[in-house]
């Protein structure tokens, strides 16, 4: 009876062993497979998670023990281009850094809302809003979060109109959670019941850009835009859009993009910085259509073949979740600061698809701050210079690439947070070529002037051109010579040009009135002839 027992406890005894170092090699083919076969950029990720590195471990074992090597490849795109990706909150201060209480959502509309703020700055000065808080992914999200995420975005590449996508596509245009800094929530399995209905609904079931016109419909019924939002501090997430049912162009193009991605319709987000003939800046959506093809629509707004961009262009650029090892943030040396959006990495350049591009090769004719590798490109926005590009300095010259034409450009290096003329303001004409305005201030003219920026010219019935001022206003106009020089103020009088002498010849020139937004447009004089710009 004793050699029974005996014999029973050194099972029981064995099977704990066994079972004990089939766990450890478990444990070992885990950390061997995160050691060796995870991916260098990976494990950064990783490694710089912190106490959220167990959520991304996670995601991995979970692909890895079901044997899905596609989607733990997927899982390595998303977490390898996860650094950096945040929820931007913002806080209204004034020039002291001072906490400003006001909200935009409180007033009715944009021009009440506008008034109010203006007089909030008639009596504190100057306002704006200022990043506060950056809630960065890799420290909050889940392991529950980015599987159900995966296993949606792959339910949605299984779509009819799908299926053509290459992996490289599915994993820009399908796979990615978020698009811009906006609030992390789970929006696809929501987008995916909402929008379920699309497929049964179309007639050649192939046609992803039939399946972006039908969402789009949907959209558009009832979510608008509201230049309001234009100074809401944040991006909005899915729930905010829902609420408010408004926003503001980016807002527009990632509700399109939720929608769409949880559908399996391929769609990106295209911008520009900033418009070179005239103010503020733009985002909208493309697709790609059955044969692989680019057409652009405005999520809520125009569908495809319906949209147009009507501004002239000087750079168009697309937003991607990969971090792309060509951008500038990726290639500069640390310690070089850039100009603000030009940081990110998670952008390339699409700008020769859209028009008829030109690469600039410039001399650089003032001298190079210590420390600064890269020069700039500024176009005229709102009453100041925006950078637009960059090139790598060589030597004393630089090249920027596929730059629009038809545009007045500054060349610009970047220090101390400012923007330092690196040569003549020059116009890229539509030939090509580069045409420098330089002030010539020993040769003078006298102009008459009729309008601070482009006006449709009306004559009355004797033949004299009106002239489009606020009658009793101040304007002053300036020429450009590495910085704005003033040549005279005038004051309007009804229906009459404004008189200026010993105006320099040759340069860039801004009629603005005093104390105004800055929004009237530069001109340049070409045989007595103004040119917007």
């Known amino acids: 009876m004793r050699d029974i027992e005996t014999i029973g406890l050194a099972k029981l005894f064995l099977n704990r062993i066994i079972k004990t170092l089939s766990v450890l090699f478990f444990l070992f083919v885990s950390l061997q497979l995160l050691g060796q076969t995870v991916p260098a950029d990976v494990q950064k990720v990783l490694d710089d998670a912190g106490k959220n590195k167990v959520e991304l471990e996670k995601v991995l074992h979970h692909y890895q023990k079901q044997k899905d090597s596609l989607k733990l490849r997927a899982a390595w795109f998303l977490i390898a281009n996860m650094n950096g990706q945040c929820y931007a909150k913002a806080k209204l201060v004034d020039t002291s850094g001072n906490r400003v209480k006001f909200n935009v959502l409180d007033y009715p509309d944009y021009?009440?809302?506008?008034?109010?703020?203006?007089?909030?700055?008639?009596?504190?000065?100057?306002?704006?809003?200022?990043?506060?808080?950056?809630?960065?992914?890799?420290?909050?999200?889940?392991?529950?979060?980015?599987?159900?995420?995966?296993?949606?975005?792959?339910?949605?590449?299984?779509k009819p109109w799908a299926r053509q996508l290459t992996f490289d596509k599915f994993c820009e245009y399908i796979l990615p959670y978020r698009d811009s800094n906006e609030p992390l929530e789970p929006w696809r399995r929501r987008m995916y019941k909402k929008y379920?209905?699309?497929?049964?609904?179309?007639?050649?079931?192939?046609?992803?850009?039939?399946?972006?016109?039908?969402?789009?419909?949907?959209?558009?019924?009832?979510?608008?835009?509201?230049p309001l939002f234009y100074r809401h501090p944040t991006d909005l997430g899915l729930s905010e859009m829902e609420e408010y049912k408004r926003g503001r162009c980016e807002d527009m193009t990632n509700l399109a993009l939720y929608a769409m991605r949880a559908q399996g319709v391929p769609v990106m987000s295209d911008y520009t910085p900033a418009w070179p003939n005239t103010g503020n800046n733009h985002a909208w959506n493309a697709t790609l259509t059955k044969d692989g093809k680019v057409v652009i629509f405005m999520g809520g707004l125009d569908n495809p073949y319906e949209y147009k961009l009507d501004n002239k262009k000087a750079k168009v650029y697309r937003k991607t979740f990969g971090r792309q090892k060509n951008s500038l943030a990726l290639t500069k040396p640390d310690y070089e600061k850039v100009p603000g959006w030009l940081s990110s990495s998670h952008y390339i350049d699409v700008t020769k698809?859209?028009?008829?591009?030109?690469?600039?090769?410039?001399?650089?004719?003032?001298?190079?701050?210590?420390?600064?590798?890269?020069?700039?490109?500024?176009?005229f926005n709102s009453g100041d210079w925006t950078a637009i590009h960059w090139g790598k300095i060589m030597g004393d010259s630089v090249t920027f690439t596929d730059m629009g034409k038809g545009i007045a450009y500054l060349p610009c290096y970047y220090k101390n947070g400012s923007y330092l003329p690196a040569g003549n303001q020059f116009i890229l004409q539509e030939d090509g070529t580069v045409k420098e305005n330089v002030a010539d201030t020993l040769h003078t003219m006298s102009v008459d002037l009729y309008s601070t920026t482009r006006k449709?010219?009306?004559?009355?019935?004797?033949?004299?051109?009106?002239?489009?001022?606020?009658?009793?206003?101040?304007?002053?106009?300036?020429?450009?010579?590495?910085?704005?020089?003033?040549?005279?103020?005038?004051?309007?009088?009804?229906?009459?040009?404004?008189?200026?002498?010993?105006?320099?010849?040759?340069?860039?020139?801004?009629?603005?009135?005093?104390?105004?937004?800055?929004?009237?447009?530069?001109?340049?004089?070409?045989?007595?002839?103004v040119n917007w710009w």
Request: aromatic share 14%.
């Open 353 to 379: 698809d859209y028009i008829p591009t030109a690469n600039v090769k410039l001399k650089l004719q003032r001298p190079k701050p210590d420390s600064v590798n890269y020069a700039y490109l500024y176009v």
């Open 456 to 529: 449709k010219t009306v004559k009355a019935t004797d033949e004299i051109e009106k002239a489009h001022f606020n009658l009793g206003a101040e304007y002053e106009l300036f020429y450009w010579n590495d910085k704005w020089v003033k040549v005279a103020s005038k004051i309007a009088e009804k229906d009459k040009p404004l008189h200026f002498e010993k105006v320099p010849q040759g340069a860039l020139y801004w009629l603005v009135e005093k104390d105004s937004k800055k929004e009237e447009r530069i001109f340049t004089l070409d045989d007595g002839e």
């Open 196 to 226: 379920n209905w699309v497929q049964d609904s179309m007639t050649d079931k192939t046609n992803p850009t039939e399946a972006c016109i039908l969402i789009n419909n949907e959209i558009r019924s009832w979510y608008k835009f509201d």
């Open 111 to 158: 021009k009440t809302m506008v008034a109010a703020w203006d007089s909030v700055e008639h009596k504190i000065g100057t306002i704006d809003f200022t990043r506060d808080t950056l809630i960065y992914d890799i420290n909050i999200i889940t392991a529950d979060y980015l599987i159900e995420n995966i296993d949606l975005a792959f339910k949605a590449w299984n």
